[in-house]
C-alpha cells in the first residue's frame, strides 16, 4: 500500500492545465483529452522521438518539424509520462493533424492548439508565474495552518482539538490510532468504510516506534490515505484521509505529529519527578556519583544534533522521534574542551533554564539548530531527516561527562564528513583530537617536505628506523633512505631519534 511521490517532482506545485487553458491573453485551445491534469514544468522538442529528453509529467511543446507518424509519437509521448502535448500551428502546419488529434483522444493525451501569434516562450512564462503563485498560496495555507494547530494545543482538550483543526486544514478525517490498531480520537467527516479498514491497515504498517518507518502513504476507498508514527514511544498512530493531496499537506501534518506526540507523551510520575531532581543537582555542581541512583541505573546514550527545519517544532520533534523528553536546546556545550556552552555531563530536561553552568563549565549560548539530547541505552538512534547526529557510547549514569564528549566529537566528525550520523567508536589518542584540527597541525608541521621526503619519512617511522627495510620497501637505495632522512630532520628542525618527535610526526603523517 506505501506509496511514493516521482523522484523528478520539483519543488514547486505543480499546475493544472485548467489554469493554463484559462489565460485568455495565450489563446489555447483544448483539441483532445482531459484538462484537469497537473503540469510539473514545460519541455520543448522538435524531435522524431522525444521520448528519452522526457522525465514524466510536462506540458511537450512542438511544432511537428519532424512529425511522420502521429499515431506513434503520441504513444511515445505516452510511454514517457508527459502530462500534456501543446502543439503549435506554422509555420510548418496550418492546423494541427486530423492523426495527431485522433491518437491523442485514443490514448487520453491532452491536446492544446497553441495559435500563431503565441510564441512557445509565452506559454512557459506563464506556466511559471502560476508555478510561483501557487507556491506562495502554499506557503501561506501551510504558515496558517501551523497557527492554527499551535492554538488547537493550547485548548481544555488538545488532542480532540489538534485532530479537528488538522481534519479541518486538510479537508479530510484526522483518526489517532492505538498501539492495537483501535481508533481512540478522530475528527473530520465521515469516510466510507473501506477507507476506514486501510487506514486502519496502513496504520499498522508502521510499527511500534523506535525501529519501523516513520510515515506511509496509500489509496483505499477512492480517498488518498497517510499514516504517521507518534514517537511518545506508545505506539500511537496519526491516519489522515483526504480526496486529494496538496504539496504542503505533509507538512502541516508533520507539524500535527510533533504536537501530538508531546501532548501523548506518558504522563510524568514520581519517577520523573525525581530524574528532574538529580538533573538539576547535576547542573549545580553535584558529583555524578551522588545523583547516579536517582537518575536511574543507565547505561545512557548522549546524542548532539544540529539543523532541523527551522521551525519551532523541530527540536521537539527531533526528541519525540528519538524517544526521549530530556533535551537541552539553549546552553548545549561542545564536550571537552567545549566552547562557552553548559558544562559536559549535563542534559537539562527541557524547561530549565538555557545555559546554566555545570561543574567547571560556563553559561553560554549554542550554535543555531545545537540540540543535546539523553536517551536511554538500549533506545534505537536513527538518522534524522534535516539533523546531523552525534552518538555517544552507551554509559553509566556517572560517565555522562565522557559520553557528552563522545558525542560532540562524533558531531564534529559527521559535519566534517557530510554524514547524517557518527557514532562514537573506540581509538585512542587519535579520536580525542578534532579532524580538521588535527590535519591542518599536520599540514603546518610538515609543510617543509616534498611528497618523496614525507612518504620516507612515514616509511621509515612504520618501520621503526629501519634503514634496509625502509630501502627494500621504497625499492630505493639504503644510501637514499639515510640521505632523505637526515633531510627531514634538518629541515623540520627535528631530532628524529626522540620518541616524543617520533610520536609527533607518526600522528601528522597519519593525519594529514
Wanted: glycine letters at 12%.
Amino acid at each position: 500500500m506505501t506509496s511514493a511521490e516521482p523522484a523528478a517532482t520539483p519543488p514547486a506545485p505543480p499546475v493544472s492545465l485548467t489554469a493554463l487553458l484559462a489565460r485568455r491573453d495565450l489563446g489555447l485551445r483544448l483539441l483532445a483529452g482531459p484538462e484537469d491534469v497537473s503540469i510539473h514544468w514545460v519541455h520543448t522538442s522538435e524531435m522524431a522521438d522525444p521520448y528519452p529528453y522526457l522525465l514524466g509529467g510536462e506540458l511537450l511543446m512542438t511544432a511537428g518539424v519532424q512529425l511522420a507518424d502521429p499515431a506513434h509519437y503520441v504513444e511515445r509521448v505516452v510511454e514517457a509520462g508527459a502530462a500534456a502535448l501543446a502543439f503549435g500551428v506554422t509555420p510548418v502546419y496550418d492546423t494541427v493533424p486530423a492523426e495527431l488529434v485522433e491518437a491523442c483522444a485514443r490514448h487520453g493525451l491532452p491536446l492544446v492548439e497553441v495559435p500563431p501569434r503565441t510564441p512557445f516562450t509565452a506559454v512557459a512564462r506563464a506556466l511559471w508565474r502560476l508555478m510561483a503563485e501557487a507556491r506562495l498560496y502554499e506557503l501561506r495555507r501551510v504558515t496558517e495552518a501551523q497557527q492554527s494547530l499551535a492554538a488547537a494545543a493550547a485548548r481544555p482538550a488538545p488532542v480532540p482539538a489538534v485532530l479537528g483543526a488538522l481534519a479541518s486544514r486538510l479537508g479530510g478525517r484526522a483518526v489517532l490510532f492505538a498501539a492495537d490498531g483501535t481508533p481512540s480520537v478522530a475528527a473530520g467527516r465521515e469516510v466510507p468504510a473501506e477507507a476506514t479498514r486501510a487506514l486502519r491497515d496502513l496504520a499498522g504498517v508502521l510499527g511500534p516506534r523506535p525501529g519501523g518507518p516513520a510515515s506511509a502513504g496509500g489509496d483505499g476507498g477512492g480517498l488518498r490515505l497517510a499514516a504517521y508514527a507518534l514517537g511518545g514511544g506508545d505506539g500511537l498512530t496519526l491516519g489522515v484521509a483526504t480526496e486529494r493531496r496538496g504539496p504542503g499537506d505533509h507538512t502541516i501534518a508533520g507539524v500535527a505529529v510533533v504536537l501530538l506526540s508531546l501532548l501523548t507523551a506518558p504522563h510524568r510520575g514520581a519517577d520523573a519527578t525525581a530524574r528532574d531532581g538529580a538533573l538539576v543537582r547535576l547542573l549545580l555542581g553535584a558529583a555524578p556519583a551522588e545523583i547516579a541512583g536517582t537518575l536511574g541505573p543507565g547505561p545512557w546514550t548522549v546524542v548532539h544534533a544540529r539543523g532541523g527545519d527551522g521551525t519551532p517544532f523541530a527540536a521537539a520533534g527531533l526528541a519525540a522521534a528519538l524517544g526521549t523528553a530530556l533535551m537541552d536546546t539553549g546552553g548545549t556545550g561542545t564536550g571537552a574542551g567545549g566552547r562557552g556552552g553548559a558544562a559536559p555531563g549535563t542534559p537539562r530536561q527541557e524547561g530549565t533554564t538555557p545555559g546554566a553552568a555545570g561543574p567547571g563549565g560556563t553559561a553560554g549560548s549554542t550554535a543555531l539548530g545545537a540540540v543535546r539530547l539523553l536517551l536511554p541505552a538500549p533506545a534505537s538512534v536513527t538518522a534524522q531527516s534535516g539533523w546531523t547526529l552525534g552518538v555517544s557510547a552507551p554509559v553509566e549514569a556517572g560517565e555522562l561527562a565522557a559520553a557528552d564528549a563522545q558525542a560532540a566529537r562524533a558531531l564534529r566528525r559527521a559535519e566534517a564528513t557530510g554524514a547524517d550520523l557518527v557514532r562514537h567508536r573506540p581509538g585512542g589518542l587519535a579520536a580525542l583530537v578534532d579532524p580538521d584540527e588535527a590535519t591542518a597541525h599536520a599540514r603546518a608541521l610538515l609543510a617543509p617536505l616534498s611528497e618523496p621526503l614525507a612518504e620516507t619519512l612515514r616509511v621509515w617511522l612504520s618501520l621503526h628506523g629501519g634503514w634496509d627495510r625502509t630501502a627494500a620497501a621504497m625499492d630505493i637505495h639504503r644510501n637514499t633512505v639515510r640521505q632523505r632522512i637526515t633531510r627531514c630532520a634538518a629541515l623540520l628542525d627535528r631530532d628524529l631519534d626522540d620518541p616524543d618527535v617520533r610520536m609527533e610526526l607518526w600522528f601528522a603523517l597519519t593525519s594529514r
